[in-house]
């Protein structure tokens, strides 16, 4: 492409003539503020030539509503048949051992009890205008960039429903036709007033939490067969037990699990913390200080995750809705539900500080 001499003259010297000095120190000339003065008159962005200058947007779109959701991704995903997750569990054993010469043989059958869940099904729909799909092409995929937030936003509201209940302690539900979430499914199906009916290896602490705390959990899970394997609890649980840790050792270690997640140890037990387990809101579903758990307080998670499984009937699927409009609908579908299989292979603490 030719260069256009004259173009390059006018941006460095104005209408300043051609060959004659403009800084001279032994004729005492210095013109370089005419000069100044004369390129101000030509278009700036400060005047009129805003109007010639593109606007460029940063192609990177900030998430303010990010969160990372671990569980989705930890928790062992199962393929089901039908619409319910149904399993055996050996409940007791029977009765077997030494006896005399001749005894008499009687059968020892053990106890097993069949056990189902429903499947859940999971919706996001999202919906792009023709306009938006013409205007924004030079830009972005506006088709793209609306399927990848509906899949983030069920992915949001698939890890919520794994920790959490579907109903809160008032019984006002967070998504009534959801699944109950482990937090539950350890520590009683159902809720009483404001208080879950106990159940296996729950402690409900009301008071600081102690190392001896968590070492007796991790215990009573133990003693029942199971090995606790992640510990889940909010981000402030994390800073609390981080802090108990630092008054007996100057490092705290760390454990690194897949996908690059490093996480506090504890006893070599990696400790996760989860913006959908807080004692507080954070603006997922409700308004900001509101609580997130069904019943507002702090849970602390000890999970074996042999027991644990996401059973699943059809991943997330992507499909295009009826056009009745200047516009793509679609919508993203997910059938599956959580099952603990032993309760009493996990454990829990609640109501700690």
């Known amino acids: 492409m030719p260069i256009n001499s004259d173009l390059a003259y006018q941006m460095s010297f104005a209408s300043y003539p051609d060959e004659v000095a403009y ?11 005419l000069i100044g003065k004369r390129l101000e008159k030509a278009l700036s962005l400060a005047g009129t030539g805003a109007n010639l200058v593109p606007v460029y947007v940063d192609p990177q779109i900030v998430d303010l509503t990010r969160k990372a959701t671990p569980l989705v991704e930890l928790i062992p995903r199962v393929a089901n048949r039908g619409k319910s997750a149904d399993y055996n569990r050996i409940t007791a054993l029977g009765s077997v051992g030494a006896k005399g010469e001749d005894a008499a043989l009687y059968d020892a059958d053990d106890t097993y009890v069949r056990l189902s869940a429903p499947i859940r099904y999971w919706y996001g729909v999202g919906r792009v205008t023709g306009q938006v799909l013409a205007a924004a092409a030079e830009y972005i995929d506006a088709m793209n960039q609306e399927v990848l937030m509906k899949t983030k936003q069920l992915r949001y509201v698939e890890e919520h429903a794994i920790l959490n209940s579907k109903v809160t302690s008032t019984g006002v539900p967070f998504n009534s036709q959801g699944y109950d979430g482990l937090l539950t499914q350890q520590a009683g199906a159902t809720l009483s007033g404001t208080l879950y009916t106990a159940d296996s ?139 603990n299989k032993a309760p009493e292979f996990n454990a829990a603490i609640r109501r700690f500080t």
């Open 23 to 33: 800084v001279d120190i032994w004729k005492s000339i210095d013109n370089r503020k």
């Open 201 to 339: 290896n729950f402690t409900d602490l009301n008071s600081a939490l102690e190392i001896s705390t968590v070492r007796a959990s991790v215990t009573q899970a133990r003693n029942f067969g199971g090995e606790p394997k992640i510990i889940v609890t909010d981000w402030a649980g994390v800073d609390i037990l981080k802090g108990l840790l630092m008054e007996f050792q100057r490092y705290v270690d760390t454990t690194r699990l897949a996908w690059g997640i490093e996480t506090l140890s504890f006893d070599g037990i990696p400790v996760i913390g989860s913006r959908f387990l807080a004692d507080r809101g954070i603006g997922f579903g409700q308004t900001t200080g509101t609580y997130l758990t069904p019943d507002g307080y702090r849970w602390m998670m000890l999970f074996d995750t042999d027991v644990l499984e996401m059973r699943v009937l059809q991943d997330i699927v992507f499909e295009r809705l009826a056009k009745v409009n200047d516009s793509d609908k679609f919508m993203l579908k997910l059938y599956e539900t959580v099952i």
